[in-house]
């Protein structure tokens, strides 16, 4: 039976610089990935504070590819899904989840 199941889970949390400071790195590193989600997200906007007051977390996922390492992080809303559109901060793939 599959072994990964729980790579559909989240795998931890961040809070929006962390997730922010993740994005723009994973832009820099591959070339057209910051064009590519632009034309295929519409923004986060800023996260509103939990009831609570607490500052908002945003999931993180791991990458189903390969070998597991790479993290997804949220970079906005996908377009035609309602879902949320990662990117891969080490293979500059995209998923949706
Ligand atoms: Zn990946």
Redesign the pocket.
Known sequence: MSSNVSQSYPYSSETEPERAAAVEAAFAMFEGLKAKVAAETTPLGDPEPEDNGAPPRWWVWV????DF??R?HTAGYALEKHSLYTV??????TFLR
């Not at 891969?88 to 793939?93: A, I, L, Q």
């Open positions: 990458c189903p590819k390969d390492k790479g997804l891969c901060d080490t293979h500059g793939d």
